[in-house]
Each structure stands twice: as structure tokens, then as C-alpha cells.
């Protein structure tokens, strides 16, 4: 079983940047893609960013392409989000989890082992 733990998150204003960072224990991530999701007060939890298990290949929402970057250290079984140009509507908690599955799957059921969050807030 994989644990993820997310890390990171905190208050930035709009066009600041954040790294988040997934940080997985408990299991090797490198047989994993690892999904970046996020969830606004009262929506639901949407799809952000995938990365393959060997990092080769990356998929982004199309309301962060060009301004998050997904990449992943499979020595250091960690997983990261570069969120720059950050707008007010990119707030909410950040999850990250697993997939086994590609094409990646565009919704949380695709996805196990998720980590319990990071709060990010930009303010205006």
C-alpha cells in the first residue's frame, strides 16, 4: 500500500507561484501514474495534471496548460506540481494519487491511495 503525503500549499497572490510536492512512503511510486486533483469549497474534486510512471508523458486540465508543470523523482518517490501565474480560481486543496491505467482517466475514479491534501488560496 501506497501512503501519499502532499506538502506546500499555503496563501499566494494572484500571479505568484507554488510547488507542491507529493511524497509517497509505504510502496516505490515508479509502477504508478500520479494524478494532481483539485477541490474548491463545495465542488467537486477535479482532474489538474497526470505524469506516466517513467515521467515520459504528461497530461494538464486545459485551464493550467502553459502555467502548471508536472514532473516526478522516482529516487526520491516524489511527485511535484509547479503552479505558476496562479489565478483566484486555481483555489482549493490539492490532491495527488495513483493511477495504473492510460490513457489516464480525466476523473477521481481512475484513481487510489489519495493523500489528504495541501490548501492552496490565492487571494486577488
Known amino acids: 500500500q501506497v501512503q501519499l503525503v502532499e506538502s506546500g500549499g499555503g496563501l499566494v497572490q494572484a500571479g505568484g507561484s507554488l510547488r507542491l510536492s507529493c511524497a509517497a512512503s509505504g510502496r516505490a511510486i515508479g509502477n504508478y501514474n500520479i494524478a494532481w486533483f483539485r477541490q474548491a469549497p463545495g465542488k467537486e474534486r477535479v482532474f489538474v495534471a497526470v505524469?506516466?510512471?517513467?515521467?515520459?508523458?504528461?497530461v494538464y486540465a486545459d485551464s493550467v496548460k502553459g502555467r502548471y508543470t508536472i514532473s516526478r523523482d522516482n529516487a526520491k518517490n516524489t511527485v511535484y506540481l509547479q503552479a505558476n501565474t496562479l489565478q483566484p480560481d486555481d483555489t482549493g486543496v490539492y490532491y495527488c494519487?495513483?493511477?495504473?491505467?492510460?490513457?489516464?482517466?480525466?476523473?477521481?475514479?481512475?484513481?487510489?491511495?489519495w493523500g489528504q491534501g495541501t490548501q492552496v488560496t490565492v487571494s486577488s
Open positions: 505524469i506516466s510512471w517513467n515521467g515520459g508523458t504528461t
Open positions: 494519487a495513483t493511477g495504473v491505467t492510460w490513457p489516464p482517466p480525466g476523473n477521481v475514479n481512475g484513481y487510489s491511495n
